[in-house]
């Protein structure tokens, strides 16, 4: 969550100053802008009291969905594993000035950055993995090859993407491919290990409101079952606990 940075981030915030939330699993500011009954909802997961919605606001943000694979080999060294694209887009959709220019300083720098129309579906075609494969791996400590490649951790991380997907399309969501090729996407990636399996073994702060608690809270939202997600969930919550990594 960023709510403990806040502080330090509101100075920096000018009248025009735009906020990329370039980060994994489902944003604070999910339901700015997508009109209906949710309009303005905000989520407790991963904005709790509403905090950053209201200091940062949501005016400000251009939505990303970032793909590059990464590992930290040591304090301040990251080694890049795979891919160089960061997906960009507004909020509402609209293809404004602000999105355009900052995609093509990111194109200058040698990276893709598509503009998007719906960014929230692609956010959810990553999230899709991600909520599974994340808990999942760091509950075994496998790479996500290995998950994959096991009959009984593939079936569990199915079984979690389907209850995740019904949660998305009643949210008006596009998932643009099967969830078999997300799963063979996931295990073409290799012997990686997931952001939250490192932070694990590293005893930091895991990502586990961002990815899977706000998506057990969407489904209580829109009144869609999520057992093996809450099983999950309640599974690797205890496991931060314990290793110290979640508060």
Known sequence: ????????????????????????GVPWWYFHGVGGPLEGTRLNAVDPGGAIWQRIGPDRVIGSVVYPAVEVDAPGLIRHVEGKRFSLGEPSGERSERVTLLAEEMVKAGLQAPVREDIRSEIWVKLWGNLSFNPISALTGSTLAAIVADDGTRALARTMMLEAQ????????????????????????????????QDLERGRPMEIDA????????????????????AVLALVRRLAVERGCYR
């Not at 969550?1 to 994994?24: E, Y």
């Open 166 to 197: 019904a949660i998305g399309e009643s949210l008006g969501v596009r998932f643009p491919i099967a969830v078999d090729r997300r799963i063979k996407g996931a295990g073409d990636v290799g012997e990686h290990k997931t952001s939250m399996l």
């Open 211 to 230: 990815l899977v608690s706000a998506v057990q809270e969407l489904g209580r939202l829109t009144d869609k079952p999520t057992p093996t997600i809450d």
């Open 1 to 24: 969550s960023l709510s403990p940075a806040l502080d330090q981030i509101a100075p920096l915030l000018g009248d025009h100053t735009s906020v990329v939330t370039m980060q994994n």
